[in-house]
């Protein structure tokens, strides 16, 4: 007792030590006693995300996975086209080879041994430089499909590849496309290829999205701005007598607009699940915690009565010494092959507004904030001391926090924790050490 007394009270040292959070309160004078508790309330519950932007992220998804706890999820990709080069001349009577739309793979989530079946749009409408784009955005087609309904098997880990004199460094997924549209490429008006912006009023993008499956399922990464692998080929011969076989190149690159468009359907999904994220019975959060990415479902966490704790005298206070949220992952997680584990969660609180801010523990760096995912322990754990501090002062409103996964509007994951009344060993909980000063 008597040392944990004593790293209570030191606050001298230039950097916090986990114990020493709220310790500049004390003046030399003041004893305290060195109390802890796991026990304190928690309300917390699933719901899923009104809203997340996902435009010009570093990796798009494609794909449709029919997860067994959370349903349907299928990712589509909007976007825009750049020209390799300006002035393009095709020759004098040009005939179109193929056309092939080839993407980087950049990881997946989910099984790749499902047989996938992908189309490809020309969008109808012009994508906006200045609007932004969330995951529920979408934007009118025409109707012939591109891509026929390719069908494909991921092979996002194939490298090696040998295309004509090319071999590429990364895995790739190639998508033929229709002749149709390479006729419309290369019989446009010279004027279209006279600037970048003047070919995105001629083809104002694409849309590439995947039949929903049945079972099982993946949802595949790619690398958008990679240009020498992410691109769409025109191949043409410049006569119908040439024999050169050329290739003209179009781009996605950081200044174009792409975004990704992700639908749900929950009521697919485990009845547990249903009941707690679609018809909103937030008391089942009290077991299970659910969690996705693709712009899909978020917690809710928040701590009812803290504000009602008090010192237990007027003349006393409490101090928070460490507060340490442990996040304990559930037993209902599958096979990690097919869903891969997360690498870090996000923690933010919720202003009286309903706007979002970091908790002030975030500013005292990773090592001591936390939030990354330990394969040992298995779980999750945020210091938040000095956010529960202020709220026990009065400094800081009790609104909750939103927990999600960090990148959610770009990667694919999924994760489960155990609720704070879990039948598990291992739950949802908040271990505080604290001192009452001047009892």
């Not at 996938?116 to 969330?134: F, M, P, R």
């Not at 410049?238 to 990704?260: G, H, L, S």
């Not at 009565?305 to 460490?322: D, G, Q, R, V």
Request: with cysteine; proline share 4%; hydrophobic share 35%.
């Amino acid at each position: 007792m008597v040392l944990l007394i004593t790293l209570g009270i030191l606050s001298f040292s230039c950097k916090k030590t986990t114990e020493s959070i709220g310790n500049g309160l004390l003046s030399e004078g003041d004893l305290m006693g060195v109390y802890y508790t796991d026990t304190i309330s928690i309300d917390c519950y699933s719901t899923s995300i009104d809203s997340m932007l996902t435009k010009g992220m570093t990796s798009v998804l494609v794909g449709s996975i029919m997860d067994p706890v959370m349903g349907l999820t299928n990712a589509s990709l909007l976007t825009q086209l750049h020209l390799s080069s300006t002035n393009q001349h095709f020759g004098d009577n040009p005939v179109v080879d193929s056309v092939v739309l080839q993407l980087a793979y950049n990881g997946y989530f989910g099984d790749t041994t499902t047989l996938q079946t992908i189309h490809v749009y020309e969008l109808a409408d012009s994508l906006s430089t200045v609007d932004n784009y969330y995951q529920f955005s979408d934007v009118e087609v025409l109707p012939t499909d591109l891509a026929n309904g390719y069908q494909f098997y991921p092979k996002p880990k194939t490298t090696g590849t040998i295309l004509g004199i090319d071999t590429l460094t990364n895995p790739v997924l190639r998508i033929p496309l229709s002749n149709s549209f390479g006729e419309k490429l290369i019989s446009a008006d010279t004027s279209v290829y006279a600037t970048p912006e003047d070919f995105k009023q001629y083809v104002y993008g694409l849309k590439i999205c995947c039949e929903s499956v049945s079972e099982d399922g993946a949802i595949l990464s790619f690398y958008p701005t990679s240009n020498t692998i992410t691109v769409l080929q025109l191949y043409y011969h410049e006569n119908p007598e040439a024999e050169t076989r050329m290739r003209f190149n179009y781009y996605i690159t950081a200044d174009d607009v792409y975004f990704n468009q992700y639908t749900h359907d929950y009521t697919l999904g485990s009845p547990e699940f249903v009941q707690q994220v679609v018809e909103g019975d937030t008391m089942l959060g009290q077991q299970q915690v659910y969690l996705q990415s693709m712009g899909g479902v978020r917690a809710m966490i928040r701590f009812p009565h803290l504000t009602e704790w008090k010192a237990p005298s007027e003349n006393s206070h409490i101090i928070i010494n460490e507060a340490k949220l442990i996040l304990p992952n559930s037993s209902l997680l599958p096979d990690s092959s097919v869903y891969q584990s997360i690498s870090s969660l996000a923690l933010l609180n919720i202003n009286g507004d309903g706007t979002t801010s970091v908790l002030p523990d975030y500013f005292e760096g990773a090592n001591y904030y936390g939030g990354s995912y330990s394969s040992t322990k298995k779980q999750v754990m945020f210091r938040i001391s000095e956010h529960l501090q202020k709220i026990v002062k009065g400094e800081q409103s009790n609104h909750g926090m939103y927990l999600s996964i960090t990148g959610a509007s770009y990667n694919a994951l999924r994760w489960i924790i155990n609720g704070p009344a879990s039948e598990e060993d291992e739950k949802l909980r908040c271990e505080i050490k604290y001192s009452i000063v001047g009892e």
